[in-house]
């Protein structure tokens, strides 16, 4: 493996290239480079945790807003107070000590400079939508938002995307510039950079694979601050590595470059909604269906608590994407609808463009604006509390293990605890989403990638989702009802898990994401970054003992 390269180079943003930058070496480098000018930084802003990390004085963070283009939020910018948050609203009690949102690599190099030379640790974020808040610490959290450009070449045969694009702007961009897309979530506000390196699961997946699939080559700042370009020649295990080893273990990933598939194609994308009293015989249906579709069909199953109305009971609602004729769509609801055996109560079909259909999956009846977190003026996403386990089954689950699936929404329904009165089942919820792995999935080897559930058939999430605020006691009530809901399921359990849809509590969880491939990250993490800068509660560790 080539970790540095023998002569120094020059990148971009004026930034010298060079293996093991010290901060002190960048300042001085950038000090005589036209372009570098004072970022956002408030002097002398104060970090709550900052006896935590005694390196860090006042003068180095003014340093460190000094040497940048981009900005640098201190606590006591009135910009600190939404530019800290993630997604998750379980972890908004983590307070970072500043939040970096670099302008280029170069700001990135700075930033991997100061960490290095204060301990400070470095905490990259993309779109802020991890589930186990990885993108949120009480260091210094890189913020990619800035970098979020999105361009393809004339040929439409590479996509360069800037690794703080989110899912929206990659699907409007790759769009209006040539109908095309990349195989990704449904989500619009995922960052492109937790959703590639960890796997990226969606509606193209089952025609071209998932969303490290198509990567072909990717900018990173490794922990000596040397910028590389990573590819299947070039530093060739860190871009097996990020392929699936998931976000923030091997440096801070500046852009990437994807081979992007059409879009051109009629979306037909349908719901059906069944009585909750044949829930068991839909989950049934539904484990073996995928497999009857074309690669270009994308169906899940949600089923999910529903409002604290007397009479209330969870739902159970199929969703197709399918790109292609309508007719075919209908053919195979019907057919689904033969296997339960009994008609849904509602059912709804639209045909549209993809982008349509992706914007309309989170964002229908919004305008742009809206369609942004609600920590952006005017945006209307919420943020959730949220606490998940996925399981990624190898073969269709027997009708037990549906039993089990039947039984835990119900007891959420009923419990009080969890459903308090006057909460809407949107903010509070226990859900179960369950969506294919399988066609061209399948088509890579499990050790080609980091990502090794190549032979895996459905992916389930088993979510808590609690408002933001909620009382602890209720927060622990959901992660109480998900554990329970996982101990209930173990004997159908393969122990994989999806990285991206992981938890903090998860015993074993290094094998659970990584499996066969572990052994191989774990030499990978040595040899690029050996004193653990980029280090988390679950960050992959040089060996098993730390
Ligand atoms: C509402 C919602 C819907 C979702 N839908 C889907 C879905 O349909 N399909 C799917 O596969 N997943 C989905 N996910 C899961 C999602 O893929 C992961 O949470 C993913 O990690 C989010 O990426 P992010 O960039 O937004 O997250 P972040 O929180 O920004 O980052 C996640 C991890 O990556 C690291 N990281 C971020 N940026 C960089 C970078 N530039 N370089 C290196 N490391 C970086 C972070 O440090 C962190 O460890 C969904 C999540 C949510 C909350």
Not at 6 to 21: I, K, R
Not at 286 to 312: E, G, I, K, M, Y
Request: aromatic share 10%.
């Amino acid at each position: 493996m080539a970790l540095v390269r023998p002569a120094a180079m020059w990148h971009g943003h004026g930034m010298p290239d060079q293996a093991s930058l010290s901060r002190r070496q960048v300042l001085r480098a950038g000090a005589g480079v036209a372009g570098l000018a004072f970022g956002g930084l408030v002097v002398g802003g104060q970090s709550q945790n900052a006896g935590a990390f005694a390196a860090a004085t006042p003068a180095d963070w003014a340093d460190l807003g000094r040497s940048i283009r981009g900005t640098l939020i201190m606590p006591n910018d009135p910009a600190y107070a939404t530019a800290r948050l993630g997604w998750n609203t379980i972890y908004d009690g983590i307070a970072p000590q500043a939040v970096l949102q670099p302008a280029g690599v170069g700001d990135v190099q700075q930033a991997i400079a100061f960490c290095r030379d204060t301990g400070v640790r470095p905490t990259p974020r993309s779109g802020g939508h991890s589930f186990q808040g990885f993108s949120t610490s009480t260091g210094l959290i890189i913020d990619m938002s800035a970098m979020k450009s999105v361009t393809m070449n004339s040929q439409r045969s590479r996509a360069r995307i800037g690794a703080g694009a989110v899912l929206i702007d990659v699907y409007a961009k790759l769009f209006q510039q040539g109908k095309m897309a990349i195989p990704g979530g449904t989500c619009p506000m995922v960052g492109i950079s937790g959703l590639t390196q960890g796997g990226g699961v969606g509606p193209f997946i089952r025609e071209y694979g998932l969303t490290l699939d198509r990567l072909v080559g990717a900018h990173i700042v490794t922990a000596d601050g040397q910028h590389r370009y990573v590819n299947a020649s070039e530093d060739r295990d860190i871009f097996w590595a990020i392929r699936g080893g998931g976000g923030g273990n091997f440096g801070v990933v500046t852009a990437f470059d994807f081979v992007p598939v059409p879009a051109d194609m009629p979306t037909i994308s349908a719901n059906m909604t069944f009585a909750w009293r044949h829930a068991e015989r839909v989950l049934e249906a539904f484990q073996t269906w995928p497999d009857a579709l074309p690669a270009s069909a994308h169906p899940n199953l949600v089923l999910a608590t529903s409002d604290r109305s007397a009479n209330a009971q969870p739902t159970a609602t199929v969703g197709l994407w399918y790109r292609g004729s309508r007719a075919r769509a209908d053919q195979a609801m019907r057919e689904f609808i033969a296997e339960v055996g009994v008609a849904p109560t509602s059912q709804t079909v639209l045909k549209q463009t993809f982008f349509e259909a992706e914007y309309d999956e989170y964002c229908a009846g919004f305008t742009e604006g809206q369609c942004t977190p609600v920590t952006s003026p005017g945006g209307l996403l919420p943020r959730l509390g949220l606490s998940t386990y996925s399981e990624i089954s190898s073969a269709p689950w027997p009708r037990a293990a549906n039993d089990v699936i039947v039984e835990e929404l119900e007891r959420w329904q009923r419990d009080r605890l969890l459903q308090p009165e006057g909460v809407s089942s949107a903010l509070q919820a226990g859900k179960v989403i369950i969506e294919p792995l399988s066609g061209a999935v399948h088509d890579t080897a499990p050790t080609a990638t980091a990502f090794p559930y190549r032979d895996g058939w459905l992916v389930y999430q088993f979510q808590s989702r609690v408002r933001p605020g909620a009382p602890a006691e209720t927060v622990a009530a959901g992660q109480s009802w998900v554990n329970r809901f996982m101990s209930r399921l173990t004997p159908w359990r393969t122990g994989a898990e999806y990285s991206n849809y992981g938890n903090r509590e998860l015993d074993q969880w290094a094998t659970a994401y990584y499996g066969v491939n572990l052994p191989r990250l774990r030499k990978v993490k040595a040899a690029v970054d050996p004193g653990g800068l980029f280090r988390f509660e679950q960050s992959v560790r040089p060996d098993a003992r730390t």
